[in-house]
């Protein structure tokens, strides 16, 4: 009962209360599982987890909030392999539940990128053969990734989203989601950021390795290291998932007795999703 009770306290904030009939007391369940308590005045049973993302979570909260917290405070790649070793779940128990912690983790996209923003498009997977600019290997998978600065330029935030190809129309995705009309942007040359420059406040500069964009070539470089430390074949579908794992994390780690916290909430605020659902939604 106490373990119920502190369980509910700590995922709604305010413990028990009826969602059927608000009433504010509860019993235990006989023999129940240790989360769930009944409504003293209409005998509903309900599972604190019921509506979020932890609803029928099969192997237990304790261990599904240590897995939260390993992504959200882990800087090293973690793939579903190790997780489902490290707390003794199957790996694809392991790798839906690590979904569903990607899906908290996406952007809003509410807080649009402000002041000195710097735009690049680049490739993930495949292999690096160290040859600069825009890579048409149909093995790759292509992304347009945004950093925010600060005045002195240090890194304040990055969103990063996959694209078909490097056509402006999909370029312009990144401008949609993250960032504002009012940001100072800067570009490489490439011509398929022209269509934007109407709306934008867009540089153009030719890059130079080493000389320019050195803010979000570190940024994309971190990424390809961290994707490439992933000991799992990332899919086309997937990819975007990953990208917002790694920008979660990396946005908030100025935030870093909070990020966990954070995220738990987010995954309260969010419905339940299935595993049908959860394949085709990323
Ligand atoms: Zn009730």
Redesign the pocket.
């Known amino acids: 009962m106490r373990i119920a009770r502190n369980i509910w306290a700590n995922v709604s904030g305010q413990g028990f209360k009826?969602r059927?009939?608000?009433?504010k007391k509860a019993t235990a369940l006989k023999g129940g599982r240790t989360a769930h308590l009944m409504?003293t005045?209409?005998k509903?049973e309900e599972s604190p987890t019921a509506g979020t993302l932890f609803h029928r979570v099969r192997f237990g909260l304790r261990k599904a909030f240590f897995i939260v917290y390993e992504m959200s405070t882990s800087s090293k790649g973690l793939s579903s392999i190790q997780i489902a070793n490290r707390y003794g779940i199957s790996q694809k128990t392991a790798w839906y539940f690590m979904q569903k912690v990607r899906l908290a983790m996406e952007s809003s996209g509410n807080h649009p990128m402000k002041g000195k923003v710097q735009v690049d498009e680049f490739t993930i997977g495949g292999k690096e053969k160290g040859k600069k600019g825009r890579s048409y290997d149909a093995k790759k998978k292509k992304i347009v990734g945004a950093v925010e600065l600060t005045e002195d330029n240090k890194i304040k935030r990055f969103y990063a989203l996959p694209i078909d190809n490097y056509s402006g129309k999909e370029l312009r995705s990144i401008f949609t989601k993250h960032i504002d009309k009012g940001a100072k942007v800067e570009t490489d040359g490439w011509k398929g950021y022209n269509k934007m420059k109407k709306e934008y406040d867009i540089r153009a500069t030719k890059s130079l390795p080493g000389i320019n964009f050195n803010e979000i070539h570190t940024v994309i470089q971190n990424l390809k290291s961290w994707l490439r430390a992933i000991p799992t074949h990332i899919s086309r579908e997937h990819t975007k998932a990953y990208l917002d794992e790694f920008s979660y994390r990396l946005n908030r780690s100025i935030h870093k007795e909070t990020i966990f916290d954070g995220l738990i909430k987010r995954m309260i605020g969010l419905p339940p999703i299935n595993y049908q659902n959860l394949r085709l939604c990323n």
């Open positions: 009826c059927k009939c608000n009433h409504c005045l209409c509903r």
